[in-house]
């Protein structure tokens, strides 16, 4: 934006961080305004029973897409140089491939016994693209770390317009085509993100030129950064088994037609998530990157208080309107997961306020904190799950209020990593002369 538009733009516009957030809020938006004009003709044309399923096959896909790289992706925010991102986006792909290609020999061998555990063997076929699903979702995640290291919101906007828009037009146009049930959600999903990959491929193609111009190697830089698979990875990896462990256990625990109810309440919930806490992460994560000792502190809090107030209405909406518009609007079928959502108020609210400050864990270095919490934060949905008995719904009410209060933990424990960093920067004082 050049000085001439910069004094005729409205004030906000002139603030790159608003201007960031603005953008990628427009993409998000678009995506998920998309995706709920669909869901209730999905919702009609999949019984809970297939996105129970399709839910199963999700859940393999996303744990294995966050570890894929061995979070070598995150690290292409780090270095100083373009030519060491590059480098390192070179060495990401690899491991991704290496994990894919393993994914699919391992998934192939066990998909009849995957298949049995969860109570229906028509899974099984599909098991063997767990491999390409999860190639196309990671290389999405490190092409998109790319773009926002060279503030590309825009292209990132886009794609997840195209990503979420294609996946539910694609599995739209399967189930009119009677190819519906377990297969055209997963084939639907399955195109939704080989288009999006390869248009975030094309708009990020100077990733793929200029490596030589590096002067540190992949191994040095592998070495560099390796706390990111040592202490990073870990923390994403117990995040991706809470998550997806939470939809098996109910699978095994419950059945494949409340898991669909839960998936389907999960999934409508996100667009406030998507909406509000897609973009703040994504710019937080940049700005965090570069903030300097003695300010660490003032950006968290300013990001707590500020994911609070833009969420409290929204949720508010949900928990009062939910188990009286799931069923008007995504059809009767779906009563269940209204006042499923409704119990899951409180945890997606915290969630909401502390998602974006997971990054200061990674900035100032200090995930074995995070590690912990995330341990913790893991083990006790599905210990609940696992040992509570009757109603899913009550269950899932206690479930999210102690996940609630532990997110509270999470963010205290963030303010006070936060204060430790800026501390560091304050001078010792000087021994008293004599």
Known sequence: MNKLARSWSPKWLRNDFLRHVATLLVGTTAAQALLLLLTPVLSRLYSPQDYGLFSIYSSIVSTLAVVAALRYDMAIMLPDQDADAKVLKRGATRLILLVCLIATVVCGIAAPMIASAVGDPSLAPWLFLIGLSTFTLAEISALTYWLNRKSEYRAIGVNRVLQSG???????????????????????????????????????????????????????????????????????????????????????????????????????????????????????????????????????????????ALGVVPFLIIYFLSPWIFPVVLGAQWGDAGYIAQALVPWLYMSLITSPISTVFVVTETQHYMLIHSIFYAGVPLALLYFLKGDIVSNLSIVAWAMALILVIFAALALWVSTRYDKELQPKPEAPSN
């Open 166 to 308: 294609g996946t539910a037009v694609a599995q739209l146009g399967l189930a009119l085509a009677k190819l519906g049930g377990i297969t055209g959600l997963i084939i639907g999903a399955l195109l939704g993100q080989t288009a999006a990959w390869l248009t975030l491929r094309h708009k990020a193609r100077e990733v793929r030129s200029g490596l030589e111009e590096s002067n540190t190697s992949l191994r040095k830089l592998l070495r560099r950064y390796r706390r990111m698979p040592l202490l990073n990875g870990p923390n994403v990896l117990v995040d991706a088994v809470r998550v997806n462990g939470i939809n098996i256990m109910i699978g095994i625990v419950y059945s494949g037609s409340l898991l669909g109810q839960f998936y389907m309440a999960w999934r409508v919930l996100q667009v406030p998530l998507g909406l509000i806490n897609g973009a703040l992460a994504q710019v937080f994560f940049q700005k965090l990157s570069v903030t300097e000792r003695g300010s660490m502190f003032r950006f968290a809090k300013a990001s707590i208080l500020r994911s609070a």
